[in-house]
């Protein structure tokens, strides 16, 4: 099988070219061949023996697309996005990228099934960002498709798309909506989500890190680890009986900033949580605010997508991977 | 006000017109122009004394948005669009037509909104068919957007697109999913709808109709009349409340075909109910399964959006428009 990931060089992309690689398979099959396109060269992957072809690429240019897709990957990975602060900065640029080139792609593909019945396997990340408020305590999997942000907005159109596709047999697509990556590894960013991940991620770095929201708040999480779970697991799956839901919202951990506090005493003790500092910050609360707490995504489940154990095991993920254990 | 009307030579779009101007208001303020588009001629209204532009214009060809608002009318309703057979038949054009056209209009808008600070009230016609199956009894405000047809996934992508140029301050939208239409007037086709009106409208013309769906089969409808009195109030409401819901499923009459025929005999007896022959077709059925029953429509309900009182009342609306009363 050849594997197409579109954002190969991302955070997301990176690991899940190194877990297929690892693996050795994809969709159940071995994995023979790898295309990894970013807006920035994807490094190579250590380790695979198979033809590799790694290039920078923008898939909104023209071209583009029908270019990705010329060796006919049997399953694509199409996780290439401008991030929600910049889809809202820039309009155009958020709509070019996240949603015409998500169609560029699935036209490209609509062609060569037309031409030659091609018929990829297509895994497709959205995000929680597809809904917006007002909320249910328990989001469920019917929930409307109401984005309060232009990125949201952008995902859901694919997600449509995608089905619609799906649904005509142009292509065998899937959504995933994945939850808040944490611990995300990096650099403080200005993002508002940041301080999910900066509280754990910080002080186990013996770094100091500021909570800008009451420790009330309560989100939904997902470490890398299982985001990429959920991408392989997407690939192989039989989606046959998924019907008109193509897109599906992913198991996750729904944890408060408090409940996330006492995980990082228990993993690191009373120190390491003395490194954060509360520093209200009205501005990322009134957009923390309108962000989903919980989800039962019953569907996801029952297609057996599993999410960390707890939010202890997030934890122990990010201290095995950057602390040595 | 100048009021654009897209799609005005449509059985909706011409009803509309015609009540703009016997009202002679528009949202609330004297009606002073009309501009009336569609992809063939629409017909200049009689009685109205202010400036009409009434043109043929293919709203997806290029320049033609542009050209739509030049005179920059205050309210804008957008009826244009591929209906869901050929939107199906035709995939290119139903996306072309209501999707691109749609999103045509609404960068148009935004071009003006950032030179001149334009922001127009638009009125856009959804439907039912962003809803598919699995449906529960009585669909909610809150329920997802999944769409069982590339019409129903291109009205489902403008309803986003409303919303975030909305939430960005662009224009002043509002999306009205409509009922389906009954009594549909006109001959008999060949939509997989078409029974439902078929059914009133050909026996109390004197003529037979086929029902092709056992008499059990629920539905939601609206008369024209009440389609039109849905866009009208839109146009005049105060839109600030809706948050991010700027979308919202029409109240309407939930019936039965059994419910239907005991309406026409109490409007034309027994010789009319005769006139129907039941001719099962499986086709039909397995579409018309997919379709739902009813809906908890609070949220327009609310804003004050009225349904026909019963589908009697559906009934004497058409037996008064061609039928004399």
Same mark, same amino acid.
């Given at each position: 099988?050849?594997?197409?990931?579109?954002?190969? !060089?991302?955070?997301?992309?990176?690991? %899940?070219? *190194?877990? =297929?690689?690892?693996?050795?398979?994809?969709?159940?099959?071995?994995?023979?061949? =790898?295309?990894?396109?970013?807006?920035?060269?994807?490094?190579?992957?250590?380790?695979?023996?198979?033809?590799?072809?790694?290039?920078? !690429?923008?898939?909104?240019?023209?071209?583009?697309?029908?270019?990705?897709?010329?060796?006919?990957?049997? @399953?694509?990975?199409? =996780?290439?996005?401008? @991030?929600?602060?910049?889809?809202?900065?820039?309009?155009?640029?958020?709509?070019?990228?996240?949603?015409?080139?998500?169609?560029?792609?699935?036209?490209?593909?609509?062609?060569?099934?037309?031409?030659?019945? $091609?018929?990829?396997? @297509?895994?497709?990340?959205?995000? %929680?960002?597809? #809904?917006?408020?007002?909320?249910?305590?328990?989001?469920?999997? *019917?929930?409307?498709?109401?984005?309060?942000?232009?990125?949201?907005?952008?995902?859901?159109?694919?997600?449509?798309?995608?089905?619609? $596709?799906?649904?005509?047999?142009?292509? *065998?697509?899937?959504?995933?909506? =994945?939850?808040?990556?944490?611990?995300?590894?990096?650099?403080?960013?200005?993002?508002?989500?940041?301080? #999910?991940?900066?509280?754990?991620?910080?002080?186990?770095?013996?770094?100091?890190?500021? %909570?800008?929201?009451?420790?009330?708040?309560?989100?939904?999480?997902?470490?890398?680890?299982?985001?990429?779970?959920?991408?392989?697991?997407?690939?192989? %799956?039989?989606?046959?009986?998924?019907?008109?839901?193509?897109?599906?919202?992913?198991?996750?951990?729904?944890?408060?900033?408090?409940?996330?506090?006492?995980?990082?005493?228990?993993?690191?003790?009373?120190?390491? @949580?003395?490194?954060? +500092?509360?520093?209200?910050?009205?501005?990322?609360? +009134?957009?923390?605010?309108?962000?989903?707490?919980?989800? *039962?995504?019953?569907?996801?489940?029952?297609?057996? #997508?599993?999410?960390?154990?707890?939010?202890?095991?997030?934890?122990?993920?990010?201290?095995?991977?950057?602390?040595?254990?």
């Amino acid at each position: 099988m050849h594997a197409l990931i579109l954002g190969a !060089a991302g955070m997301i992309g990176r690991r %899940l070219v *190194d877990a =297929l690689v690892a693996e050795g398979r994809v969709g159940g099959q071995p994995l023979t061949a =790898l295309t990894l396109l970013d807006v920035v060269a994807p490094a190579a992957p250590e380790g695979f023996t198979g033809p590799v072809r790694a290039e920078a !690429a923008d898939l909104s240019a023209p071209g583009i697309a029908e270019a990705a897709i010329r060796a006919r990957p049997e @399953v694509i990975f199409h =996780l290439a996005a401008v @991030v929600s602060g910049e889809a809202e900065a820039d309009f155009d640029l958020g709509y070019r990228v996240n949603l015409d080139a998500t169609r560029a792609l699935f036209e490209a593909i609509r062609a060569a099934h037309a031409a030659e019945g $091609y018929r990829p396997r @297509v895994v497709f990340t959205s995000s %929680l960002a597809v #809904f917006g408020p007002p909320f249910p305590g328990i989001i469920p999997d *019917d929930f409307s498709l109401r984005p309060a942000t232009c990125y949201g907005t952008q995902k859901a159109m694919g997600e449509l798309l995608l089905a619609d $596709y799906a649904r005509r047999g142009f292509l *065998d697509g899937i959504g995933i909506r =994945l939850p808040t990556i944490c611990v995300r590894p990096g650099k403080p960013n200005k993002a508002a989500s940041g301080f #999910f991940s900066g509280i754990i991620r910080e002080p186990l770095a013996g770094q100091p890190a500021v %909570l800008p929201v009451p420790d009330t708040v309560r989100h939904w999480f997902a470490s890398p680890a299982a985001a990429v779970g959920f991408l392989t697991h997407a690939a192989g %799956l039989d989606l046959a009986r998924l019907g008109l839901r193509r897109n599906l919202t992913m198991p996750g951990v729904s944890a408060t900033v408090a409940e996330e506090i006492e995980a990082l005493r228990r993993a690191a003790g009373d120190a390491a @949580v003395a490194l954060i +500092r509360c520093e209200p910050d009205e501005r990322i609360l +009134r957009i923390v605010e309108t962000w989903p707490e919980a989800f *039962d995504p019953a569907a996801a489940t029952e297609l057996g #997508f599993r999410a960390d154990d707890s939010f202890d095991a997030i934890v122990a993920r990010h201290v095995a991977e950057f602390h040595g254990g």
